[in-house]
């Protein structure tokens, strides 16, 4: 069983990386949120599940203890396999799932891609009482980060269609992040601005495609 990895990240896109570990690059299924963080020559360390299946061995890492637990309760409910379980961590918080588990609310669940009527019901049936509701005010903060992702996600987005590519334009927004207003955080055009003026006319010739 591969519980955890620690290593050099050689490749990372949409809904995956590759890690390398001891002079072995490991293929890792993350969520989404997770992707964005992920920068190719850096350290990462990811929380692993290793799902073994007649026709393969699969690989989904996590930044959080707590999404990987969630991953694998998720693959007790009836009709959920790894990729929808993913799906549901890309799409929504643990703090999020849980709140939606503990309202009886399926519609969160409805609108992932992959997730139907029926199994977003069975989610919620079957995963009642085995999460961990948090406080109002750490749902409030995590609904406020999965937010702020979002608008990140709308700029870089903005970027890569002005000229900018796609790691110039993430690593832009990342830093912007750190330290932005939250008056600024939750504006997709204030933020914009932000990025376009630390990118700056020096930097746009040498980072256009």
Same mark, same amino acid.
């Given at each position: 069983?591969?519980?955890? *990895? ?16 001891? +002079?072995?690059?490991?293929?890792? !299924?993350?969520?989404?949120? *997770? ?5 190719? +020559? ?15 061995? =699969? ?31 890309? @799409? ?7 709140? $939606? ?11 992932? =891609? ?5 199994? !977003? ?5 079957? *995963? ?13 903060? !995590? @609904?406020?980060? @999965? !937010? ?14 002005? +000229?900018?590519?796609?790691?110039? =334009? ?14 600024? *955080? ?8 932000? $990025? ?14």
């Amino acid at each position: 069983m591969i519980s955890s *990895l620690r290593g050099r990240v050689l490749h990372s896109d949409a809904e995956s990386a590759i890690v390398e570990v001891g +002079g072995v690059g490991f293929g890792v !299924a993350v969520p989404a949120p *997770l992707a964005r963080t992920l920068r190719v +020559g850096e350290d990462a360390f990811l929380h692993t599940s290793l799902v073994v299946r007649d026709d393969a061995l =699969s690989l989904f890492g996590f930044a959080e203890r707590d999404e990987l637990e969630t991953f694998t309760l998720l693959l007790s409910v009836s009709g959920v396999g790894p990729k929808s379980a993913l799906g549901v961590l890309s @799409a929504l918080s643990v703090a999020q799932i849980a709140e $939606a588990v503990a309202a009886e609310d399926d519609a969160p669940f409805r609108r992932v =891609s992959g997730i139907g009527p029926k199994t !977003a019901k069975l989610i919620v049936v079957q *995963l009642a009482g085995k999460l961990h509701t948090p406080a109002p005010g750490a749902t409030a903060s !995590a @609904a406020t980060g @999965a !937010a702020t992702t979002a608008i990140a996600g709308q700029v870089v987005a903005a970027l890569v269609a002005l +000229g900018w590519n796609e790691r110039v =334009s993430t690593e832009t927004v990342h830093e912007i992040t750190q330290d932005a207003a939250a008056s600024d *955080l939750a504006s997709v055009p204030a933020l914009l601005k932000l $990025a376009l003026a630390q990118l700056g006319p020096s930097r746009t010739e040498r980072s256009r495609v």
